[in-house]
T-cell receptor
Framework: EADIYQTPRYLVIGTGKKITLECSQTMGHDKMYWYQQDPGMELHLIHYSYGVNSTEKGDLSSESTVSRIRTEHFPLTLESARPSHTSQYLC???????????????FGNGTRLTVT | GNSVTQMEGPVTLSEEAFLTINCTYTATGYPSLFWYVQYPGEGLQLLLKATKADDKGSNKGFEATYRKETTSFHLEKGSVQVSDSAVYFCALSSPADSWGKFQFGAGTQVVVTP
């Protein structure tokens, strides 16, 4: 049972288009994350947020941007898509701020993006 | 910095075989350790976790024991099924990073044949 939702599941789009990948969670989690997963399966953290109006860049440089206006919503935007952005994007969330570090991540089912 | 190393795949097994996926970590302090599983076309799901030394996490026949002395958290299952075919990720979360940033291993693909 998914408490974190990503849309769309699949997206094929042309170079130069602006796109927004949606992510919403119903668990009241303060912390949210975006990961990029390459074909070799490895996960790369590209953005995270520990609450409303907080966003940080992750370990992997990304041309995408994020916003966190509401606790439950953490969309990711690409202003101008390029073929190098082709990948799987996974959204995740975890516990309340100040909760212990043993609070696990909950993942959505991902958006598979193809830029032609 | 913190890091997780897990064995490379793919690991190919016959049904009912014993599965072990090795995972070792480097971290300051006493991290929490996790195993996640990813089925084709889906996101990652928490499989099990352990939060302190000598804890054993278990779920769906899978087990892993937090070994501080060897900095390991190997995943085991005694008798695999075709439905266990998936990618498995070892991960840690460190108390040194108070807001909960995770380190993931590179993932190990497991293929179980009938």
């Amino acid at each position: 049972e998914a408490d974190i939702y990503q849309t769309p599941r699949y997206l094929v789009i042309g170079t130069g288009k602006k796109i927004t990948l949606e992510c919403s969670q119903t668990m009241g989690h303060d912390k949210m994350y975006w990961y990029q997963q390459d074909p070799g399966m490895e996960l790369h953290l590209i953005h995270y947020s520990y609450g409303v109006n907080s966003t940080e860049k992750g370990d992997l440089s990304s041309e995408s941007t994020v916003s966190r206006i509401r606790t439950e919503h953490f969309p990711l935007t690409l202003e101008s898509a390029r073929p190098s952005h082709t990948s799987q994007y996974l959204c995740a969330s975890s516990g309340k701020w100040g909760n212990s570090y043993n609070s696990p991540l909950h993942f959505g089912n991902g958006t598979r993006l193809t830029v032609t | 910095g913190n890091s997780v190393t897990q064995m490379e795949g793919p690991v190919t097994l016959s049904e009912e075989a014993f599965l072990t996926i090795n995972c070792t970590y480097t971290a300051t302090g006493y991290p929490s350790l996790f195993w996640y599983v990813q089925y084709p076309g889906e996101g990652l799901q928490l499989l099990l976790k352990a939060t302190k030394a000598d804890d054993k996490g278990s779920n769906k026949g899978f087990e892993a024991t937090y070994r501080k002395e060897t900095t390991s958290f190997h995943l085991e299952k005694g008798s695999v099924q075709v439905s266990d075919s998936a990618v498995y990720f070892c991960a840690l979360s460190s108390p040194a990073d108070s807001w909960g940033k995770f380190q993931f291993g590179a993932g190990t693909q497991v293929v179980v044949t009938p």
